[in-house]
């Protein structure tokens, strides 16, 4: 059983926008992708594990510009082959955790990545955040609801209290992946120290959080 995701994102690239075709989502997701464009529209936009680049395509139309990255070239090769109307978006590959960044963003997008993050990292993974945009950016994270039988079933919980799904490939692999689903107050206690104007968006089967970083340069992150 395979426990590391980012393998596991590499061996899903080409499979991973099924999970965008749930009938019972597509209000939501329709709704996502009006809040982002209106939220995006002509910002200077960072977008960290951009994957297939499902979301930049949508963010891309009303963005000024658009730097997606992600650790793993077989999305990466997915989501340059999409129609950028304007041709204001460029890929990276690169780490999240080792950001190479000018500091020239004005906003930063993370789709579906909280949930892989184990608790415990919290604090150095909103510290990457923080630094990796211009003081009094717009930070916005998107990610999954917990809603029974539309998420596969939590199968496995550890000492730190992350949850993991037990999910399988259409090649039969098969993998143990980190995901966790924060209560409301789990999310705004834990942002509270990290920035202002918190706000959080609660849909069905995804909430959508944003805030501004604070307006001077964090060089280094709290514990808690
Ligand atoms: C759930 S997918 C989300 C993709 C895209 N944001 C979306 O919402 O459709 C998670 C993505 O995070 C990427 N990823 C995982 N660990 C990463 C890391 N340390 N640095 C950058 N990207 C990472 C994976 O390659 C994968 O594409």
Known sequence: MNKDLISYYKLRALEYEKIYSKPERQDDLKSLGQILQKMFAGKKVLEIACGTGFWTEQIAHTADSIVAKDINTEVLEIAEQKLYAKNNVSFECEDLYKPNTEYT?????AGFIWSH???EDLPEFIAVLNTSVLPGSTIVLVDNNFVKGS?????ETDDRGNTYQSRELSDGSKHQVLKNFPSQDFLQSTFADYGSEFNLINLTYYWLLTYKTPLYKVSTFQSF
Do not use: Q, R
């Open 117 to 119: 993050i184990k608790l």
């Open 151 to 155: 998420n596969l079933p939590i199968t």
């Open 105 to 109: 963003y004005e906003a930063l997008f």
